[in-house]
C-alpha cells in the first residue's frame, strides 16, 4: 500500500528557511514524477513545485522561483522541498503528491497524496 509522510514543517520569520521532507513507501518511488502543493487558508489548492519520474526536470510555479527548490533522493524514498527566503504569503499546508501513473514528467490528475505539513511564515 502507497503511503506518503511529509514532515519538516513548522513556523519561522519572514525570510527564514525550511526544508520538507516526504517519505514514499510501497515500492514505486523510483518510477514515479513527485510534487508539492499547497493550501492556505480560504484558498483553493494551488501547485508548488514538481520533479519528473527520474529527477532530471524540474518545475516550479512562478511564485517560488528562486526560493524554493525540489529533488528526489530514491535511495531514501523521500522527497524535499528546500524553502528559503520565506514570506508569509508562503504559509499554508503543504502536500506531497506522487503521480499514480509511471515515467511521467508532472504529477498529472491522478495522484497520491500526503496528509500535509503545516508552513507557518510570520511578519
Known amino acids: 500500500q502507497v503511503q506518503l509522510v511529509e514532515s519538516g514543517g513548522g513556523l519561522v520569520q519572514a525570510g527564514g528557511s525550511l526544508r520538507l521532507s516526504c517519505t514514499a513507501s510501497g515500492g514505486i518511488f523510483s518510477t514515479r514524477a513527485m510534487g508539492w502543493y499547497r493550501q492556505a487558508p480560504g484558498k483553493e489548492r494551488e501547485f508548488v513545485a514538481a520533479?519528473?519520474?527520474?529527477?532530471?526536470?524540474?518545475y516550479n510555479t512562478d511564485s517560488v522561483k528562486g526560493r524554493f527548490t525540489i529533488s528526489r533522493d530514491n535511495a531514501k524514498n523521500t522527497l524535499y522541498l528546500q524553502m528559503n527566503s520565506l514570506k508569509p504569503e508562503d504559509t499554508a499546508v503543504y502536500y506531497c503528491?506522487?503521480?499514480?501513473?509511471?515515467?511521467?514528467?508532472?504529477?498529472?490528475?491522478?495522484?497520491?497524496w500526503g496528509h500535509g505539513a503545516q508552513v507557518t511564515v510570520s511578519s
Open positions: 520533479i519528473n519520474w527520474n529527477g532530471v526536470k524540474t
Open positions: 503528491v506522487v503521480d499514480r501513473t509511471p515515467y511521467t514528467n508532472r504529477p498529472n490528475d491522478n495522484n497520491y
